[in-house]
């Protein structure tokens, strides 16, 4: 079988280290150790020096000539003021400067996002040991060696073998006529049922407003509860098949927030209806978790006029930063155009995005799978939340600059949008537990 599991790290790693130790003792040492793993990468990413400064001091990081440095002081073109917690849970992977945007605490006071975001590449990989994605370096292949068609389907008559292959190749599958159309229709009719039932503010739906003034419920969350159809969907040989295509055990999931039911409104001016790109581990916890698969079922079609799943191929096999699409990536952007009854699958370390609809709105319903845990449910998943999406609160500065292609503040789903995960569910249970 064919793994996607990346994780590197579980609860027991998670050390906390002091800004002084990190920037003083440890990173010099890392950045001689993995240089040849981030030097081209930072090169193609040109790089410039970026200052940290924190309450315990200030440091430099710099690419200058062969070699990495670290400097102290913060006569630097980008810097990032930073609590000293910050920087530990930076260096422990349960945070990237994405946490920082969408919690509204980004402190830029030269530079912007996008400068932090080319340091964050670089230091996940001079700390995981893992190389920064380069030009070219992320191939696709068929199972016969041949060139992988990224365009391609499957249908229920597909070889798992294949499919698996593709999935892990490609990073997303399409998968066509996955659920019969009356099932969608069911579960359409039971999303128009449900939604008088939601209400802004009540914790478990997302609103959005349109041009046209409309005051819109865009996702209800725990929507099993509301329909039997889609508790069927969700306990069926044809959805349980999409879980075993990997190697892992991964798990679907079997309390909380199971499903979300989505509509998708044309001319959101206010809420965040469509999430722009961004990796299911965009605010961190990848070397922990990664990768979970998320699952659209597509209720009544998807296309570039109603709204489509975008994704970039291969971005789940590249260390590249984590939201937003840096116009220079060479990686292949692909569109899933579904009809009604057809499936996509994508990692969660997939860079994805919801392109708007604009001439007819569209239905889906999103779930997925996640990794069992590997150890002790701890510190690591106790931060982790349900998965749902957190709007950002504003950040100090530009959101990037326009070589990234990075946009403004947007809607990141958190704690890696993996909520099948065992980890998230004994989070809960632990959260429940100690809450007692
Ligand atoms: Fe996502
Ligand atoms: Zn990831």
């Given at each position: 079988?064919?793994?996607?599991?990346?994780?590197?790290?579980?609860?027991?790693?998670?050390?906390?280290?002091?800004?002084?130790?990190?920037?003083?003792?440890?990173?010099?040492?890392?950045?001689?150790?993995?240089?040849?793993?981030?030097?081209?990468?930072?090169?193609?990413?040109?790089?410039?020096?970026?200052?940290?400064?924190?309450?315990?001091?200030?440091?430099?990081?710099?690419?200058?000539?062969?070699?990495?440095?670290?400097?102290?002081?913060?006569?630097?073109?980008?810097?990032?003021?930073?609590?000293?917690?910050?920087?530990?849970?930076?260096?422990?992977?349960?945070?990237?400067?994405?946490?920082?945007?969408?919690?509204?605490?980004?402190?830029?006071?030269?530079?912007?996002?996008?400068?932090?975001?080319?340091?964050?590449?670089?230091?996940?990989?001079?700390?995981?040991?893992?190389?920064?994605?380069?030009?070219?370096?992320?191939?696709?292949?068929?199972?016969?060696?041949?060139?992988?068609?990224?365009?391609?389907?499957?249908?229920?008559?597909?070889?798992?073998?294949?499919?698996?292959?593709?999935?892990?190749?490609?990073?997303?599958?399409?998968?066509?006529?996955?659920?019969?159309?009356?099932?969608?229709?069911?579960?359409?009719?039971?999303?128009?049922?449900?939604?008088?039932?939601?209400?802004?503010?009540?914790?478990?739906?997302?609103?959005?407003?349109?041009?046209?003034?409309?005051?819109?419920?865009?996702?209800?969350?725990?929507?099993?509860?509301?329909?039997?159809?889609?508790?069927?969907?969700?306990?069926?040989?044809?959805?349980?098949?999409?879980?075993?295509?990997?190697?892992?055990?991964?798990?679907?999931?079997?309390?909380?927030?199971?499903?979300?039911?989505?509509?998708?409104?044309?001319?959101?001016?206010?809420?965040?209806?469509?999430?722009?790109?961004?990796?299911?581990?965009?605010?961190?916890?990848?070397?922990?978790?990664?990768?979970?698969?998320?699952?659209?079922?597509?209720?009544?079609?998807?296309?570039?006029?109603?709204?489509?799943?975008?994704?970039?191929?291969?971005?789940?096999?590249?260390?590249?930063?984590?939201?937003?699409?840096?116009?220079?990536?060479?990686?292949?952007?692909?569109?899933?155009?579904?009809?009604?009854?057809?499936?996509?699958?994508?990692?969660?370390?997939?860079?994805?995005?919801?392109?708007?609809?604009?001439?007819?709105?569209?239905?889906?319903?999103?779930?997925?799978?996640?990794?069992?845990?590997?150890?002790?449910?701890?510190?690591?998943?106790?931060?982790?939340?349900?998965?749902?999406?957190?709007?950002?609160?504003?950040?100090?500065?530009?959101?990037?600059?326009?070589?990234?292609?990075?946009?403004?503040?947007?809607?990141?789903?958190?704690?890696?949008?993996?909520?099948?995960?065992?980890?998230?569910?004994?989070?809960?249970?632990?959260?429940?537990?100690?809450?007692r």
């Amino acid at each position: 079988m064919v793994s996607l599991d990346f994780r590197t790290r579980t609860d027991a790693d998670i050390r906390g280290v002091s800004p002084g130790e990190f920037f003083g003792g440890e990173l010099p040492a890392l950045a001689a150790a993995h240089c040849d793993l981030a030097l081209p990468g930072a090169r193609e990413l040109g790089v410039e020096p970026f200052a940290f400064v924190t309450p315990s001091g200030a440091w430099t990081v710099a690419l200058a000539g062969d070699a990495f440095t670290v400097t102290p002081g913060d006569d630097a073109p980008a810097v990032a003021h930073c609590a000293d917690d910050d920087v530990s849970q930076l260096v422990d992977d349960l945070v990237t400067p994405m946490t920082f945007l969408t919690a509204g605490r980004l402190r830029m006071v030269r530079g912007d996002l996008g400068d932090f975001l080319d340091w964050w590449v670089v230091l996940r990989a001079l700390i995981d040991g893992r190389a920064v994605h380069t030009r070219g370096a992320v191939g696709f292949a068929a199972r016969d060696d041949g060139p992988l068609d990224l365009g391609r389907s499957f249908t229920p008559a597909d070889d798992d073998a294949e499919l698996a292959h593709f999935l892990a190749e490609a990073g997303y599958l399409h998968l066509r006529g996955w659920f019969p159309r009356e099932w969608m229709d069911e579960i359409a009719a039971d999303m128009d049922r449900a939604r008088p039932g939601y209400a802004r503010g009540d914790g478990r739906s997302w609103w959005a407003r349109t041009a046209a003034g409309e005051d819109r419920c865009v996702r209800m969350q725990y929507f099993d509860e509301h329909s039997a159809a889609v508790r069927e969907l969700l306990a069926s040989d044809a959805f349980a098949r999409i879980g075993g295509l990997l190697e892992g055990g991964y798990e679907a999931r079997t309390e909380g927030n199971r499903i979300e039911a989505l509509d998708k409104p044309i001319g959101v001016v206010e809420g965040i209806s469509d999430v722009p790109w961004h990796k299911d581990c965009s605010l961190g916890m990848h070397s922990y978790r990664c990768c979970g698969l998320t699952v659209g079922i597509s209720v009544t079609g998807a296309d570039a006029r109603s709204g489509q799943l975008r994704v970039v191929a291969g971005s789940h096999r590249a260390l590249v930063q984590p939201a937003f699409l840096r116009r220079d990536c060479d990686l292949p952007v692909v569109d899933l155009p579904t009809g009604t009854g057809d499936v996509t699958v994508h990692a969660s370390c997939t860079l994805h995005m919801a392109q708007p609809p604009v001439e007819r709105e569209r239905k889906v319903c999103y779930t997925g799978f996640g990794l069992p845990p590997r150890g002790e449910a701890g510190d690591a998943h106790r931060r982790a939340d349900d998965g749902s999406p957190r709007e950002a609160r504003g950040a100090a500065g530009p959101a990037g600059g326009s070589r990234r292609g990075a946009g403004p503040p947007v809607a990141i789903p958190a704690g890696g949008g993996q909520t099948g995960s065992a980890g998230n569910r004994h989070s809960r249970e632990k959260t429940r537990k100690r809450g007692r």
